[in-house]
DNA sequence: GCCTGTCAACTAAACGGTTGGTTGCTATGA
DNA sequence: TCATAGCAACCAACCGTTTAGTTGACAGGC
C-alpha cells in the first residue's frame, strides 16, 4: 500500500473538493469522500479532525491557490476580473465551494488570509485612485466590491462570458 | 384547535422559508419545520409529499410574489435594480433560497412561470432599445442578466447598498 | 520490536418518511 | 332539535436506513 501521510491527504483533499463542491457541507457525505480518495473513511479523523475540519482546510487552499495565481492589478481591473472569471472557469468548484461556505457561514468566519488578503487590494485601489490611475466615483472598497461580484457573473447566469465580464468592469470604472 | 387546512400549509410553508433558508435544502430538518409550524410532521408529507415537495411550492410561491411585486421598468434599469435590491432586503430568506436552489439543482429546474416571467422581460428590454430608449451596448438578454446580477450585490458582500446598485447599473447603462 | 499508517467493523444518534388511530366539524334525516 | 354517520384534519409513536464519528486489530518500514 502507499503508506503515504502526504498522498493520503492529497487525495482526501481532492475527493473532499469534488463531493463539497457538488453537495454543499450538509450534503456532503464523508463515506462518499472516503470511498472518492479510495482510502477509510479513518483516515478524514485522523488528518483534519471532521467533515467541518477538511472543508475549512480545503476552502483554505482554494482560496490561497487563486488568491496567488490571480494578483490583483489596480490599474486593469477589467482584466482583472476577467482573469478571476478565466480562474472560475477552469476550476467551477471553486464558485460552488465558496459559495456553499458564504451561505452556510455568513460573512463572519472568512478565513484571515483572505481577510488580508482582501485589504490588501483595497489598498492597492485607493493608492492606484491617489496616484489618479482610475476613477474616484467609487471608494476603494466598493470599487473592489464590484469587481469582485462581476467576476462571479457565472452564477447568476448561464450566459455569462468573459468578454461580458470585462466590458461590464470597463462601463463600470469609465470616467 | 385550528382544524384549517390553508391555515396549516401556512404556517408550514411560513416555517419551511425560516429553515430552508437558514439551512438549505439538505441540510434543513423536517422536524424542525414542523415544530416551528407548530404541527406535526406528518401534515408535511400529506400537503407537500416530500420535503423537496415543500421546497419547490416554497420557491415557486416566493419568485412569483417578487416577480408580481416588481415589475420591469425598461426604460428605468437602475430604479428596477433598485426596487429588486429593495425586495431582498425586506426579505432577505429568498436570496438564501434561491442561492441554495442554484447550487442544489443547477440553472435547469427553474420553476416554468419564472422562464416565462424571464423571457418577457428579454422581450421589454429588446423593445425600449428598439425605440431607442436605452443603449444597445448589450444585447437584450446580457443586460438583463446585468441588472439582475447588480440587484444581488448583497450576495458579494456585506457593504452592498441600495446606492451603490443603483449607481453601478447607471454607469452599465450609460450611453 | 515498535512506531505509524491503515482499515473493517462498530455505535449512537439522527434522519426522512409511514401508520394507526383520534378529533372535531358538519350534513342528514327522523 | 337533536342524535349520529362520515370525513377531512390532525398527531404520537414508530420504522428502517443513513449518518458522522470511534475503535481495536493489523501490516510494513525503520
Same mark, same amino acid.
Given at each position: 500500500m502507499a503508506r503515504d501521510k502526504e498522498a493520503t491527504k492529497a487525495k482526501l483533499?481532492?475527493?473532499?473538493?469534488?463531493?463539497f463542491a457538488e453537495y454543499g457541507i450538509a450534503g456532503a457525505r464523508v463515506d462518499r469522500i472516503a470511498a472518492k480518495a479510495g482510502c477509510n473513511k479513518a483516515m478524514i479523523y485522523a488528518y483534519f479532525d471532521s467533515k467541518e475540519g477538511l472543508f475549512d482546510e480545503l476552502l483554505k487552499i482554494q482560496i490561497d491557490r487563486v488568491v496567488r495565481s490571480v494578483p490583483i492589478t489596480?490599474?486593469?481591473l477589467p482584466g482583472y476580473a476577467g482573469r478571476l472569471f478565466d480562474a472560475y472557469q477552469e476550476e467551477p468548484r471553486?464558485?460552488?465551494?465558496?459559495?456553499?461556505?458564504?451561505?452556510?457561514?455568513?460573512?463572519?468566519?472568512?478565513? $484571515?488570509?483572505?481577510? $488580508?488578503?482582501?485589504?490588501?487590494?483595497? $489598498?492597492?485601489?485607493?493608492?492606484?485612485?491617489?496616484?489618479?490611475?482610475?476613477?474616484?466615483?467609487?471608494?476603494?472598497t466598493d470599487l473592489l466590491d464590484l469587481v469582485v461580484h462581476m467576476s462571479i457573473l457565472g452564477f447568476s447566469t448561464p450566459n455569462a462570458n468573459r468578454d461580458l465580464v470585462v466590458r461590464s468592469v470597463e462601463r463600470l470604472i469609465a470616467e
Open positions: 483533499l481532492e475527493a473532499a473538493l469534488d463531493e489596480p490599474d486593469d471553486l464558485l460552488r465551494l465558496a459559495a456553499y461556505h458564504r451561505l452556510e457561514n455568513g460573512f463572519e468566519s472568512v478565513p $484571515e488570509p483572505e481577510v $488580508e488578503a482582501h485589504r490588501h487590494k483595497v $489598498e492597492a485601489i485607493g493608492q492606484a485612485q491617489l496616484d489618479g490611475k482610475i476613477t474616484v466615483a467609487f471608494n476603494a
